[in-house]
């Protein structure tokens, strides 16, 4: 779980999260204001009392014990998500043997079904402004994993489901639909408590339980493909989810209940939110960083189906060896994010991001080597070459969203976690949706097609390309390490309001 790293790291029950911590500026701003209104300057020499540091550590270790919890449920859920590959080979496989779809169709089943999860600003400012039964956003984890299990459990139980293209993709675009409720409550309950205990970088340990699901589901799924029906798989997985439901709800019902914010309706609550959200987004500071990674994302064409058919039907690779490709790679990212944990985090942003992109570039020409079979040229095996080097770039595509989440979240104001970090998260979905549809578009005007892969080198070179354009506009992103943009939070208590200094006003 990931609670243990970071309870050891920062000892959270000292201070009492409802009294926000003053920084030196705001410190110095109290005496002045003190010393104007109190011209006795002996006042000026008296200590501060502590009388309240007792039941400060009494509230706060609830509250220590409550942040565990959390932590221990979002764990969970980040590591079914990664975990989530595990059915999804499955469906791949059947789609690709079983029901014969082209590389094109195949792509776009696997584009297509990720159109619920640009509707996730939606239900960020939902969660923000309406509490369910009063845990906030537990209840939202619950639904989701729910409408998860009625998907993958129709694809089991129901065998005709699974043999039509509607009624298969109706099942995908349901299990989407609940893992974007859930993604969306677990990224702003992260967030959320990575500001309230001043805990920076608590996206690094999601990555990290994504990573660990997404090495075990891969290993598994490659393993099982040839031994167990994709019905039983899909079984499997809806038995997992089952018990994620009985944990989240568990949780909620062993949970302080709060109560919906009242004087103002859900429409006004929701009208402030989208506001809120709206303000934050036209800030430089937030637009042009998110505006950066987007682009880089939506301008490279994803031939992925095509290339894992290329690796099926004429390379003749097992299942298993693309399964476990898989695995290395999500071994690679759970490297790549504990380095990033301990060492790149104070990397000015634009240096790290720049070296990822540059190196991401070239990892696209190994499909190429693999496809002109140079690597067989130099006594490597393809089962060798597709172990070590396949999953590279799609490492390397998600390591490179992780210094942007925990930069963003960083900027992220009060009270909007949900609405932002859905945002930012639907805005990289769609630039993926983007991404995906214009290699579907790149493949067909080559003629890659079941069987026909001739022009299939023509494209990753134009992937290789399309991934360098983006360093030509680097520049838009801040050399300052995230850990100087963290939000400054002070109370004036002459004019008795709260105000946010290097960020929006909400």
């Known amino acids: ?3 243990p790293v970071i309870s050891t790291k920062t000892p959270i029950f000292l201070t009492n999260p409802k009294t926000p911590r003053i920084h030196e500026s705001c410190t110095k701003l109290r005496s002045i204001s003190r010393s104007s209104q109190h011209q006795n300057p002996i006042q000026n020499d008296i200590k501060p009392k502590t009388q309240f540091i007792n039941p400060v550590l009494m509230t706060n270790t609830k509250s220590h014990y409550g942040f565990q919890a959390m932590l221990s449920l979002c764990g969970l859920g980040y590591w079914v998500q990664g975990f989530r590959c595990f059915p999804w080979l499955a469906l791949n496989f059947h789609m690709a043997h079983n029901l014969n779809f082209n590389p094109s169709t195949l792509q776009l089943v696997q584009n297509s079904a990720n159109f619920p999860m640009v509707a996730k600003p939606l239900y960020g400012i939902l969660s923000d402004a309406f509490y369910i039964a009063g845990p906030h956003r537990i209840p939202y984890i619950c639904i989701g994993v729910l409408l998860q299990i009625l998907s993958w459990g129709q694809l089991a139980l129901i065998p005709v489901t699974g043999q039509t293209l509607p009624s298969l993709m109706a099942c995908v675009l349901l299990s989407n639909f609940g893992a974007s409720i859930e993604e969306v409550s677990k990224d702003a309950l992260v967030t959320e408590h990575g500001q309230k205990h001043r805990i920076k970088g608590l996206q690094s340990y999601s990555f990290m339980a994504l990573a660990v699901g997404g090495i075990l589901g891969n290993f598994l799924g ?21 018990f994620q439901l009985a944990i989240s709800s568990s949780e909620c019902l062993g949970l302080s209940h709060r109560q919906t914010p009242t004087g ?12 809120g959200l709206m303000i934050a987004i036209s800030e430089d500071t937030i637009s042009k960083p998110l505006t950066w990674i987007l682009t880089s994302i939506a301008m490279v064409p994803i031939l992925s189906g095509s290339t894992f058919s290329y690796q099926i039907q004429c390379l003749n690779l097992d299942l298993s060896v693309i399964g476990m490709s898989k695995v290395i790679g999500q071994l690679m990212l759970l490297s790549l994010t ?15 991001v720049g070296g990822i992109q540059f190196v991401y570039a070239f990892s696209l020409l190994l499909d190429l080597i693999l496809v002109r079979q140079i690597n067989a040229g130099i006594h490597i095996s393809n089962e060798v070459f597709t172990l070590c080097f396949s999953g590279l770039a799609e490492t390397l595509a998600q390591f490179k969203i992780l210094p942007f989440m925990v930069l963003l979240a960083t900027l992220c104001p009060q009270g909007c976690e949900g609405s932002f970090t859905s945002f930012v998260a639907s805005t990289v979905c769609l630039s993926s949706l983007v991404g995906g549809f214009w290699g579907v578009g790149l ?4 003629g890659i097609k079941g069987g026909d892969y001739t022009s299939l080198p023509v494209g990753l070179l134009i992937q290789f390309v399309a991934a360098l354009l983006p360093l030509g506009w680097i520049h838009q992103l801040p050399m300052s390490c995230p850990a100087e943009k963290e939000m400054k ?6 004019q008795g309001f709260e105000r946010v200094v290097g960020s929006v006003r909400i």
């Open 443 to 446: 493949a067909a005007l080559l």
């Open 489 to 494: 939070k002070c109370i004036d208590e002459t």
């Open 1 to 3: 779980m990931i609670y």
């Open 338 to 352: 504990l380095i990033y944990d301990n060492h790149w985090k104070q990397i000015p942003t634009r240096k790290l």
């Open 222 to 242: 490659g393993y099982f493909s040839h031994k167990l029906q994709p019905r039983t798989m899909f079984l499997i997985f809806s038995a997992l989810l089952s």
């Open 264 to 275: 103002k309706s859900i429409t006004d609550n929701i009208r402030k939110h989208l506001s």
